[in-house]
């Protein structure tokens, strides 16, 4: 875990989060003892893939994109 002082903080802010790899933590400490956690977020990639979907209960009917029968005659 890494620690740094209330100063260094703020004087370095983004250049100590750019070097965080996801889910890395950095206390930030004030008179020696900690006062805060900063975490870099873990992102998921984004935007999602084709067929990533998975929530359960998802159902689709087998002849969703069959013609409907009403347009029959607009088919022809």
Known sequence: MNTVT???AQ???PELLDRL???E?????AQGQPIA???????TSWP???GSYKKPG???AP???APLDDFKEYME
């Open 6 to 8: 209330l100063e260094e």
């Open 11 to 13: 004087a370095q802010l």
């Open 21 to 23: 790899q996801p889910g």
């Open 25 to 29: 933590e950095i206390t930030i400490t």
């Open 37 to 43: 956690q900063v975490k870099k977020a873990e992102r």
């Open 48 to 50: 999602s893939k084709a």
């Open 58 to 60: 998802f159902w689709m």
């Open 63 to 65: 002849d969703f994109d």
